[in-house]
């Protein structure tokens, strides 16, 4: 299985971003973004199940970031908004995602950096 992150990049704050996940090696499976700041461990970002009809949340970007995912192209989104500058980070596209527990796929990561 293969991860490849896009669309991270340099935004002022009060921006907006969409980061793009594309998989291979297998046909669909629960997936989540996490990210990590410098000096920070890594930290769940928003999940979504198999079929995207279940998606979760950190309390950090409720309300401002929305997960979603087309499994015919195989892709996962995170659209990012109201972007804040301690979203700065290393975003990364792990599967398969499980509850409390990343799973055993990590992408290679894309910077996000919000300028305030």
């Known amino acids: 299985v293969q991860l490849v992150e896009s669309g991270g990049g340099l935004v002022q704050a009060g921006g907006s971003l969409r980061l793009s996940c594309v998989w291979s090696?297998?046909?669909?499976?629960?997936m989540a973004w996490y990210r990590q700041a410098p000096g920070k461990q890594r930290e769940l970002v928003a999940a979504t199940t198999t079929g995207g009809g279940v998606t979760e949340y950190a309390n950090a970007v409720r309300g401002r970031f929305t997960i979603s995912r087309d499994n015919a192209k195989k892709t996962m989104y995170l659209q990012m908004n109201d972007l804040k500058s301690e979203d700065t980070a290393v975003y990364y596209c792990?599967?398969?995602?499980?509850?409390?527990?990343?799973?055993?796929?990590w992408g290679q990561g894309t910077q996000v950096t919000v300028s305030s």
């Open positions: 090696g297998t046909s669909s499976m629960a």
């Open positions: 792990n599967g398969p995602w499980l509850p409390m527990s990343p799973g055993d796929y």
